[in-house]
């Protein structure tokens, strides 16, 4: 079993949809965790940083960590066909080089 | 400001040939990733440098990969004798050091034919 799950889709939307993204993962030593979005043949870009558990909002984006369930979210409000892409959860363990540990990513089409 | 740069961003080579690929990373970051990128994979971590550090080489796949950092900047990740099985994009990462957020360069996508 890998130690982040991520649902890989792929998840079609409308345009204007919320979106709800997820990753689980098993190491309770992650304490900061992390959302990037990847366009095809492109860099992954961060988008999201969260300390330990609680909420963070940018923008249309809200990110939430769960630590006593193990559980994150992505949400994506009033979403466009430009949030089209792969969407990928990492997390790293306090100390130890912040090394970071992926999810397989959640690839997401926003459809006129 | 400029961010991470890799070079090439494409090698096509042949089995059992060295190669050698770049990362330049943000100006002012002490701290340097190398991860690889493949199907069914995802990305997962290589070698990490900070600062003057020895560099934490515990996800390199076999001997044949190495990287160096040469003045705490430039990096080079350098797999010998490649095979079929090292195609996939490798992707530098960069960040202050002690921060969590790392900065992500557009990759190299290697081809071993």
């Known amino acids: 079993q890998k130690e982040v799950e991520q649902d890989p889709g792929p998840l079609s939307v409308p345009e204007g949809a919320i979106v709800s993204l997820n990753c689980t993962y098993s190491n309770s030593a992650f304490q900061y965790f992390m959302w990037y979005r990847q366009y095809s043949r492109k860099g992954p870009e961060l988008l999201m940083y969260t300390y330990s558990s609680g909420n963070k909002e940018d923008g249309r984006f809200t990110a939430q960590v769960d630590k006593s369930s193990k559980y994150i979210s992505l949400f994506i409000r009033d979403s466009q066909p430009s949030d089209s892409a792969t969407y990928l959860c990492?997390?790293?363990?306090?100390?130890?080089?912040?090394?970071?540990?992926f999810g397989t990513g959640t690839q997401l089409k926003v459809e006129l | 400001g400029a961010g991470v740069s890799q070079s090439p961003s494409n090698k096509v080579t042949e089995k059992g040939k060295d190669v050698e690929l770049r990362c330049d990373p943000i100006?002012?970051?002490?701290?340097l990733y190398w991860y690889r990128q493949s199907l069914g994979q995802g990305l997962e971590f290589l070698i990490y440098f900070q600062g003057n550090s020895a560099p934490d080489k515990s996800g390199l796949p076999s001997d044949r990969f190495s990287a160096e950092r040469t003045g705490g900047s430039v990096s080079t990740l350098t797999i010998q004798r490649t095979q079929q099985e090292d195609s996939a994009v490798y992707l530098c990462?960069?960040?202050?050091?002690?921060?969590?957020?790392?900065?992500f360069g557009p990759g190299t996508r290697l081809t071993v034919l």
């Open positions: 990492a997390m790293s363990q306090a100390g130890g080089g912040n090394k970071l540990t």
């Open positions: 990462a960069s960040s202050l050091g002690g921060q969590a957020t790392q900065y």
């Open positions: 100006s002012g970051h002490t701290a």
